[in-house]
């Protein structure tokens, strides 16, 4: 059972903080840190205010250096207690990393003792206006670094230290550099010039430069090290979330090519050498493209291509609609990827099984396999294919000539990424943007995800990110009286929430509104509550009992089988069995195909629409085709696979006859077995198609009189309409052309009043004539 979290004392909340970073170097829960801030604030206790501000600071400073929001955070701990000496301490740490292109404007003219006098004139009044400048911003730059606080004997303080001497020595070079070339400049405008003047200029500008290439030095090794972390394809895939058998084998790959390369070193022979065309599958959102374009880069940190660019195509660029064009495109593009890799995403495209005429898309595909291969532009480039697991597989199988340019070794797998992945995914996310994400959003934004999970078009890492961009919008949409700092970084459950697109009647409000059905009712309204307790029990940790959905109901036409189905649909999403809760209604011709092996795509293909909601099958027992040769057996035997594979993710109704839907049933075994809730719709009376017929007169703002109550009263009696409520909402529909006949037939409108509101006897006499005959 979930218990409220226990709220800890701020003074041992700070200590934890304090050991987590000790530990750690940075604290994982940044969102509580944040709306410790924005509590702190409030209060007056601005010390813990300034700890919390600082250990937040350092905290960031672990994930994201030394930005300016870590230096803002710092300087207010400074300014909520200034006695706080560890935030001086971290402040002053960082405060030289501004400072490496001080020197940058002390660059001086070349000056030459065989220039005229007017050139040496201009030069020393350059030399002279460069001086002053630095001279007085270095005097302010001085003063910073002399007045920053650091903790004793440490390596800030030496870094400090050396810097202040080198600014200070450059100060006085420049000084002396300064007054030399204000004697120049006067001994080139008068009579007597001497070269004393020049070769003392000489000697400033020479130590000037030693000055300029320590400071330099004192900046180049953090400079290399951020270099050196951003250049790392292997680091930065290492860093990436989940895909721990992919990075294994990229591992691999890489050090195979190391090796490799040793060997070509060592002057060994390769007759052989290994591919570097690669298939990546997977889902959407998996990675497929950030993985290609690490490959470009590995294979060029190791030599093995010139160049890290990556070429990124698909059918629309490769593939032209007349004669020649496709092998044009297919030539330009690889000309564009020479030295580096043509990534092709959703390769299966250019190519699928059926497409015939006009389609040039294997002209497209051999012609890449002839630039692969041949002389001119083989082994000049390589070639990533992408796309989702199954479709890459036919389309390989299908393309034997590409195949063989793709060892099975080169083919990487990227599966769909865990919910607990997908929330790491998410927080990183957020961090890129500055925001922290509290424990109440991630539970909520668990759930979206959950939710999201819906078939094989899930955009894992994709989804999560708009997920979150999303939450930004709302925040940044969402008028609110706070106004301070955790306004802007910190996102909360209610960012989170998804937006409420319920309609007005409740579903179960709905079906009890319906015309009689009082036993279908009593069902459904009895199967829900039994799912809503197993959710219960499931929630409280307990053990649910297996719930069968999958139903079969049965009933002549007009009975309301549909619009059950469509309020069960939204009872189940609405107590969490369902993800979507939308109903395809479908029937024989949505699964049944003119030749072998199409049934069962064309089967799956509406399946996966109903991922999510219910399949509701009208007609089914028309699944039972009647021929030997009838595809009907394989869309059942495909139902009852993918039920199977779906599990939770798919309710199916079976609707018909009831007769027919137990020759059904009979048919398949395993069909049998997966239905066990039976509802069975009876012929309305005529009570109840006279109180449709009201209702959804009164629907649209028409009234019925009783004299015209009475009327259908007798005519519905009489008539062979097997309580057909879909019968009764066409008589309506026509009565009320019938009545629009009448009345626009008069010469005026003025008399109309009230009889636009009723209709009559004769308008349902008119109706019924047209419907029965």
Known sequence: MNQQKKQIPMDEQIKLWEEEIHTKGYIQDEASLITAIRSLTKSEDKVKLSQTLTLAAQSRAKRNGFDSLVLEWLKTAIESDSANKKAKSLLARNQWKNKGNLFDQLVYPRIRETDNRALKKKTAEQYIDISQQFLSHAEEELDDLKGQHFDKDTESESKFNRLTGLLEKAIE???????????????????????????E?????????????????????????EKQAESDPLAELNKMVGLESVKDRVNDFYRFLKYQQKRKELGLQTKDDQSLNMVLTGNPGTGK??????LAKIYHQLGVLPREEIIEADRSQLV???????EENVRKVVEQALGGVLFIDEAYSLKREGQTGNDYGQTAIDTLVSLMTGKEYGGKFAVILAGYPEEMRQFLDANPGLRSRFPQSNLFHLPDYSNDELLRIAEQAAQDNDYAMT?????????????ERVDDT????????????EAIFKKGSRQTELDDFSTYTLLEKEDFESPSNQSAERPLDRLNALVGL???????TSLISFVRMQQLRKDKGLPAVPIQLHSVFTGNPGTGKTTVAKIYAELLKECGMLKRGHLIVSSRADFVAGYVGQTAIKTKKKIREALGGVLFIDEAYSLLGQSSGDFGKEVIDTIVDEMT??????????????????????????????????????????????????NYAGKYQYRISADVESFLSDKLSEADIKGNGRFATNLVDEAVQSQAYRLIDRETFEDLDEDVLYLDKQDFEAALKKIIG
């Open 173 to 199: 070079e420049t000084a002396a550099l300064l007054k030399a070339t204000e004697l120049y400049e006067e001994s080139v405008t008068g009579v007597f010039h001497t070269a004393i003047h020049y070769e």
């Open 201 to 225: 200029m000489q000697k400033r500008l020479h130590s000037l430069e030693e000055i300029r290439l320590l400071w330099e030095q004192e900046f180049q090794e953090d400079s290399e090290i």
């Open 289 to 294: 493209t950030s993985l290609a374009r690490l």
């Open 320 to 326: 032209g609609a007349y004669v020649g064009q496709t």
């Open 439 to 451: 424990e109440g959003a991630k539970l909520e934004l668990r759930d979206r995800i959950e939710n």
């Open 458 to 469: 899930f955009g894992n890492a994709r989804t999560v990110r708009n997920l979150v961009l």
């Open 518 to 524: 009082d036993t279908v009712k009593s069902e459904v």
């Open 645 to 694: 594979r779906h599990n939770e993710n798919l309710v199916v109704i079976l609707a018909g006859y009831p007769a027919e839907m137990d020759l059904l049933l009979e048919s398949n075994p395993g069909l049998r077995s997966r239905f066990k809730k039976f509802f069975h719709f009876p012929d309305y009376s005529v009570s109840d198609l006279l109180l449709i017929i009201k």
